[in-house]
């Protein structure tokens, strides 16, 4: 069966790639068979070949009297299916429509099967929605942390935005009483968003957590950054439901592939916006454009899309309500992490945590430097110079501001006095200001630090460190 399952799988991959896998019937474009997470139909595949009963009817031989036996050799451990084999089984079973389709109209049943690429374990998002319904006068508090997507970036107005619309989903099916956050910053990536969510996300203590970051490229850093951001969710003490959501770029690219191994370990549900509009795309119903006025941020009817992927979920556990299991289980801290829970404690330090950063020789960068009012009271400096910190952690990262008009330099990181790490602070004929965030060091064991800057000679000598991030 697994040999079957895998061949299968091949298959609807290669066809995915030509815009649609499965069968080409008007019955099979227009599956509305319940909605399910791929991964847990693989699991029960590989379950019917590993039971008692093989399905022959007839005993495992057992050893006579006096015969030498050999102890069974173990079975290979299992590898769980990947983001792209569960992908391409989503596709088989909710095939892209056969012909034009109209965004507006926003998602159909079949966009909305493939967009749940792993429920995971639904229990705490069942019981938030089960309080909420049992007691409509309590407050549920979500909680957005993501970029420029999250921010609304690409929607006409406020009201259209993915986060608004889940929000009003909400109070019409729901209760009235819900209190939307929004910790979403553009252009940043989660490497930023597992440091700031100390800061930005888990003091609000939300019911549900909704997690979105489009700038994640698919990479070992990205991995371990998701990594240490679930594990730090899912273990505050209220037990919020977690969500990861993930978007698309006009071409095709998505991070989900680096954002999956975690959530699926820990049995976080995945909605996959991506895989709701790329197969309509590839299969030429309609175009990148009707869903975005660029390559990345999504328009009104694409943020309706990405809406109704997360709603979707929500309105399932809520018809099924009473059946569903509502007891969530506490994150086990001693869980065994994915990828080693490289950022834990992952925080910034700024001139107001001198716990976390102590500045030994503030020299030249004596300015108090920020950016709008996301990140404040950092160091700064416009005639150049240098500048030492100490720093207690086991990684250390950057975040400073990029500029296009030339005036940034480039600043030269030294720890423990190792070579110089260089972050160009300049951003040649680009969109606009923004922070950006770098690794300068990870080592294995927590220490104490020696971190020197200095902005190297050139005709710019400004640089503004906006915040060090610290794990």
Not at 34 to 63: F, L, R
Not at 126 to 131: E, N
Not at 430 to 440: L, V
């Amino acid at each position: 069966m697994k040999r079957i399952l895998a061949m299968t799988i091949a298959v609807c991959m290669g066809a995915a790639m030509l815009g649609s896998c499965g069968g080409s019937d008007d019955s099979s474009s227009s599956s509305k068979a319940e909605v399910k997470a791929a991964s847990a139909e693989i699991n029960a595949d590989e379950e019917s070949t590993t039971g008692e009963d093989s399905g022959s009817g007839e005993p495992d031989a057992q050893p006579t009297d006096g015969e030498d036996s050999e102890a069974p050799e173990e079975e290979p451990e299992e590898t769980p299916p990947t983001a792209d084999e569960i992908s391409a089984q989503l596709l088989a079973q909710y095939p892209a429509h056969e012909g034009a389709y109209d965004v507006k109209n926003g998602a159909d049943e079949n966009m909305l099967g493939r967009a749940i690429l792993n429920r995971g374990d639904t229990s705490r998002l069942a019981q938030k929605i089960d309080h909420a319904v049992n007691n409509p006068k309590e407050m549920t508090k979500i909680c957005y942390l993501g970029d420029s997507i999250t921010a609304g970036s690409g929607a006409s107005s406020s009201r259209n935005t993915y986060v608004s619309q889940v929000h009003t989903w909400w109070e019409e099916n729901i209760s009235f009483y819900i209190e939307s956050v929004n910790a979403g910053i553009g252009a940043t990536d989660s490497y930023t968003g597992v440091h700031r969510a100390s800061r930005d996300c888990l003091p609000e203590e939300a019911d549900i957590i909704v997690i979105e970051f489009i700038n994640d490229g698919d990479s070992p850093l990205y991995e371990d950054t998701m990594d240490s951001l679930l594990r730090m969710c899912l273990s505050q003490p209220n037990d919020p439901a977690v969500i990861v959501l993930e978007p698309s770029c006009e071409g095709g690219s998505s991070p989900q592939n680096a954002h999956f191994k975690s959530a699926q370990a820990y049995g976080v549900p995945v909605i996959s916006y991506h895989n709701a509009v790329q197969p309509e795309i590839q299969a030429g119903n309609f175009t990148w454009a009707d869903i975005s006025p660029d390559n990345v941020h999504p328009n009104d009817s694409g943020h309706t899309i990405m809406a109704q992927c997360v709603t979707s979920l929500f309105a399932q556990l809520l018809a099924d309500i009473e059946s569903e299991e509502k007891t969530p289980t506490p994150f086990d801290p001693s869980t065994e992490s994915v990828t080693g829970d490289i950022f834990a404690n992952a925080t910034l330090g700024t001139r107001n945590t001198p716990e976390t950063v102590k500045v030994t020789d503030e020299g030249s960068f004596t300015e108090s430097a920020s950016f709008q009012s996301f990140f404040t009271d950092g160091w700064g400096t416009t005639t150049g110079g240098s500048a030492t910190f100490e720093i207690t952690a086991r990684n250390i990262g950057i975040l400073f501001e990029k500029k296009p008009d030339g005036s940034n330099g480039t600043l030269a990181v030294k720890v423990d006095g190792g070579d110089a790490v260089l972050i160009d602070g300049s951003f040649p004929d680009g969109w606009g200001d923004w922070a950006k965030s770098e690794p300068i060091f990870t080592s294995d064991e927590t220490a104490t630090h020696t971190v020197t800057v200095e902005v190297i000679d050139g005709d710019a000598q400004s640089f503004k460190i906006l915040s060090w991030l610290v794990s």
